[in-house]
């Protein structure tokens, strides 16, 4: 399983949620906060798109 922040594998087929997750990511740099949440039946791919995510933002503090 991956781990917090890992380098991710590559997500086919959900360009459409990576751009959403890095636009919330760029406004938090850009001081703007934001929610969202995920949701999706086990497996679907909820955790790899959050390690992708904190991957991203590794400069950032990331809680999980
Ligand atoms: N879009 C995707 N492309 C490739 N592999 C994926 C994708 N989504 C999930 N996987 C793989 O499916 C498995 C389950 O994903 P995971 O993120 O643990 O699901 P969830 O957290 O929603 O239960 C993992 O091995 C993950 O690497
Ligand atoms: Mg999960």
């Known amino acids: 399983m ?4 890992q ?3 590559t997500l086919l087929g959900c360009g459409s949620e990576i751009a959403k997750i890095n ?3 760029t406004n938090v740099r850009n001081g703007i ?3 969202l949440v995920i949701r999706g039946e ?3 791919g909820k ?3 959050l ?3 904190a991957h991203r933002a590794a400069d950032l503090r ?3």
């Open 2 to 5: 991956a781990r917090w922040g």
């Open 23 to 25: 636009r919330l990511i």
């Open 33 to 35: 906060s934001g929610a």
């Open 62 to 64: 990331c809680l999980r």
């Open 7 to 9: 380098a991710p594998v």
């Open 51 to 53: 390690n992708r995510a």
């Open 42 to 44: 086990v497996g679907i």
């Open 47 to 49: 955790s790899t798109l």
